[in-house]
Nanobody, 118 residues
Framework: QVQLVESGGGLAKPGGSLRLSCVFW????????ISWHRQAAGKEREQVAI???????NYADSVKGRFTISRDNAKTTTYLQMNSLKPEDTAVYYC????????????WGEGTLVTVSS
């Protein structure tokens, strides 16, 4: 069974930075696409970044140029480097894993809260 645990959330000031981590275990990490999503209070969950096993990436327009997703296959960990944070980045951030063998199945972590406020 795949398990994901996020960490690194907290309070940041506008213009500041945070780095989120998502540790994966339970299956072969190289078989999985990993994505980061966020959900702000009262809003629907949205995908912000995704990274393939080969480290191809894609970003939501709202974070492009500010956020960077990366993965370390040896540590089975995915990162989300968030720079130039804005108050509208405040949300619970979740990582999700999907296997290339069965992309319809989603594995989610429990999330980590990011608050951007002065």
């Amino acid at each position: 069974q795949v398990q994901l645990v996020e960490s690194g959330g907290g309070l940041a000031k506008p213009g500041g930075s945070l780095r989120l981590s998502c540790v994966f275990w339970g299956r072969d990490f190289s078989d999985y696409v990993i994505s980061w999503h966020r959900q702000a209070a009262g809003k629907e969950r949205e995908q912000v970044a995704i990274i393939s096993a080969g480290s191809s990436t894609n970003y939501a327009d709202s974070v492009k140029g500010r956020f960077t997703i990366s993965r370390d296959n040896a540590k089975t960990t995915t990162y989300l480097q968030m720079n130039s944070l804005k108050p509208e980045d405040t949300a619970v951030y979740y990582c999700k894993a999907n296997s290339y063998r069965d992309f319809a199945v989603d594995y989610w972590g429990e999330g980590t809260l990011v608050t951007v406020s002065s």
